[in-house]
Every structure is written in C-alpha cells, then in structure tokens.
C-alpha cells in the first residue's frame, strides 16, 4: 500500500473503531449514529482563519458542536484527521448545464456540493434524479435549478413574446421545481419587467444573461439578482467603438459605473474568467477542440457531449478573443477589491474542453491568476454561494461555511486550500447533507464513469 492509500486508511479509521463502524462510514445512506471528525484543521471561510486542531460533530445533515475540547458521542463515527488534514466547507458551482447522475456523480467526486443548473435541465433530471439525490438513493450534490427564457428561438431556448406569457411561464415554473428564473438575451422590455414582478410575487429571482432591450443596469436596478457571466458587461456597457476599429473594445473608464450598478443593489455576478480563456482559447483554433477531446479528463464526458464539442462552432470562428480576457481578469480584480459578491461558476459541459467538477477548479485558480487571494477566490465557491441561496431561501439550512448550525456539506483535504487551492483536487473524503464519501469511494465512481463511457463507445 503506497503512502496515500495508508494516509486516507487512516484518516476513515481509528484505532478504537470497530469494523462493524468503519463499514458504515463507508456507505452512501445516512447513518443514523452521529459522525466526529476529530484532530481536523478546519477552514471556516466565515473570514480568512484556520482553527487547529478541531472536532467537528456532525448529525443528521447540520454541524451540531465544534470545538477544540469535544469528546465525540457515544457509537459516533470517526473520521480522525490525525491534525494534519482540513475540513473546509464544500464548492459550489452556480452555473452548470449538466443534468445526468453520473454528471452529478462527478461533481461530488470533486468536492462540489452545491451546483446550480442555469438552463433547460429535463424534465426527467428534474422530477427524478434530483430527489433520488436528495434521498440519498443516489450520489450528488445538492441541486439547485434555473428556468431559461428568452424572446426569440435564435439560440433554441424556450421563447415568451409578451408579458402574460412571461407571468405564465413564472408560474409554469415554480410549479415544477425551478427556484431562479434565467433572462437570456433577446427578451423584449414589457417581458423583462413581468418576469420580474412575478418572479418576485412567487419568490423566483431573476439571475442570468444582459438583456439587449433593457441593459444591466436597469435590470440591476429592477431587481436582478445576479449575473451569469462576467463577459455580459462588455456587450451591455464596456464596449465601445473606436476610430479605426471594427469591432467595439473595452473602455476602462466604465468599470465603476457598472460595478456601482452591483453594489447598490447588493447583486452577485458569476467570475467565470476560466470559462471565457477557454472559450478564446479554442476560438479559430480546431486543434484545440482535438486537444479538449483527448485529454484524459474527457474521459469523464459522455459521448453525446464529446460530439457536440466538436460541432460547438468556436473553433469556426475569426479574430481573438486575448485583448477582451485580459480586460475581464482586471474587471474581476475591480470588483472583487470593489467588494461585490463574486460567485464561481463554469457553464461545464455546454463549452467544449470544461469538465464537471474539474472546471470549477481551473476556475478558482484562474481567479488567483488574476489577481485574488486563495481565500478570495475560495469564497466565490463557498462562502459567497451560501449568501446567496441564503438570501432566496431564508429559512433553509444555512451552507457555504464551517459552523454550528450549518449544513453538513464539507471537503476533507491534505493540505490547507488557503495555502494551495490544487489540494481540494484530490479530496480524502467529501461530505454533502451528512453523508459521508471517503477517497476509495470517490476513486470508485470516477473509474465506474470513465468505465461506462469507454463501453458506450465514448471516443469520438
């Protein structure tokens, strides 16, 4: 047994733990004893700080004690992390367009816990996969959903034209499940405004894309609780034309009036600066696509989406994208010093070569590249998540940190993410409303992925 597989025995076992125990803390159910972590390092993310040495007391799905002098109860579990392991709150991707369980499977084996899905997620997905998650029947993180809208088929999404047919389909939506509605590009002004005044009246927020007729900032003002991408600022009011361009550029002078319009409507906005470098990385660049399509995490992307990757049309595309990513690495940087409420997410799979899971990794360190701190950038999936599901739904279980009272999802790690985000790659086990999933386990669903694929004939 090599080094690692001794490490992670010993972070699931104690000595004093019995077989009958250990089995348990291995399984995907619910136990129903309470489970200890004991000797843990943990990362709060309430604000930058590490408390040493910990025990966390974890039963039912909330943080019931903490504390650096907790015995653990009678027939708890035990997970020790011999003082040398973190306990961190566990990622949040809050823009994904993944709706199968091996994808959610996926994403747990990453550490993410929470994602929000912003778009067309079936029916099926919806109505099924997600309460057998829920139940704990199947592997997943918590699930959170977007109904997508917009005011013309151009880009294949469900289409509204006025605004009773807006009201209609906020109704429509909320009685299927859905918690957010998303405004995509092409909705007309009257439209917007219904969808806003009956998302409001049936408690379904308004988050996605800038709306060509309204503008950001009136949509901020309106009462649009976040933006689904960074990039949605330069076509509603960075750009510009300049003598001699043919195409609009970035104007800097505009970034505090737009990060003005975040703050005084205390709005979120997704920093998905990965998502956007990988977009210009592959623009006019077909080899690149190949490049995505053989990598070994694609190993972890069923055929059908492989295949789309390759017709997405990036790759298709003229010019470059360079001078416009490196204006949104210092936009994110602006807001981020500016204090808005920053929230990773990817928008994996729909983009060729963004991996569930993975992706939300490549994001928090492309945030660091751009000039955020480790702890600032883990906040935009941990902490930052959990004020905003936090202020949607008030009175669910708090998440997103480590504390008395909040939900047990969690990431166990090697090293401190503080010192070094690459760490939660590689979780030593992953907790999500209680349960439990160690290392072996984790290792296993991703082999049992990549296996499944491979038998459907997943090269392309």
Not at 62 to 84: N, Q, Y
Not at 116 to 139: D, H, T, W, Y
Not at 293 to 312: I, M, Q
Not at 434 to 452: K, N, P, Q, S, V
């Amino acid at each position: 047994m090599n080094d690692l597989l001794q490490r992670l025995a010993a972070l699931c076992l104690t000595a004093s733990l019995s077989p009958d125990i250990a089995a348990a803390a291995a399984t995907t159910s619910a136990a129903p004893a309470p489970l200890a972590f004991v000797h843990v390092n943990v990362v709060p993310m309430d604000r930058e700080r590490v408390l040493r040495d910990q025990t966390v007391i974890v039963g039912g799905n909330r943080i019931i004690a903490l504390g650096a002098a907790i015995e653990p109860p009678a027939g708890a579990v035990v997970i020790d992390g011999r003082g040398t392991a973190y306990l961190a709150p566990g990622l949040a991707d809050m823009h994904t367009h993944s709706d199968s369980a091996r994808d959610m499977a996926l994403y747990l084996a990453h550490g993410v816990t929470t994602v929000l899905n912003m778009g067309e997620a079936s029916n099926e997905f919806l109505a099924q996969v997600r309460p057998a998650i829920e139940r704990g029947e199947k592997p997943g993180p918590h699930v959170h959903a977007a109904f997508l809208v917009d005011g013309s088929p151009r880009y294949g999404h469900f289409t509204v034209t006025n605004a009773a047919e807006a009201r209609a389909i906020v109704r429509l939506a909320k009685t299927n499940g859905y918690e957010f509605i998303k405004v995509y590009n092409n909705l007309s002004a009257p439209a917007f405004k219904a969808l806003v005044d009956e998302g409001r009246r049936r408690g379904l927020p308004i988050v996605g894309h800038g709306v060509t007729a309204v503008g950001i900032e009136r949509q901020l003002d309106a009462g649009q609780l976040m933006v689904a991408h960074t990039e949605e600022f330069l076509y509603t009011c960075l750009l510009q034309p300049r003598p001699g361009r043919t195409d609009p550029v970035p104007d800097e002078t505009r970034i505090p009036r737009a990060i003005a319009a975040v703050l005084r409507n205390n709005a979120f906005v997704t920093a998905d600066i990965y998502t956007y470098a990988t977009i210009a990385r592959q623009w006019g660049k077909p080899e690149v696509v190949e490049q995505f399509l053989h990598a070994d995490a694609a190993r972890y992307v069923s055929p059908d989406r492989r295949l789309s990757w390759r017709h997405a049309g990036y790759a298709e595309r003229t010019g470059s994208l360079d001078d416009n990513l490196a204006f949104l690495r210092r936009f994110t940087k602006a807001m981020s010093d500016a204090g808005v409420a920053l929230v990773a997410g990817t928008d994996a799979p729909t983009i060729p070569g963004l991996v569930p899971g993975e992706s939300l990794h490549d994001d928090l360190a492309a945030l660091t590249q751009a000039g955020l701190s480790r702890f600032q950038a883990l906040a935009t999936a941990t902490r930052t998540p959990g004020l905003l599901l936090h202020r949607v739904a008030p009175t669910a279980i708090e998440s997103g940190t480590v504390g008395i009272g909040r939900r047990a999802d969690l990431v166990l790690s090697e090293r401190n993410p503080l010192d070094d985000l690459s760490t939660l790659r590689r979780p030593l086990g992953v907790m999500v409303d209680g349960r439990w999933h160690d290392a072996t386990e984790l290792r296993t669903t991703l082999a049992a992925i990549a296996a499944d694929y491979a038998d459907a004939g997943a090269t392309p």
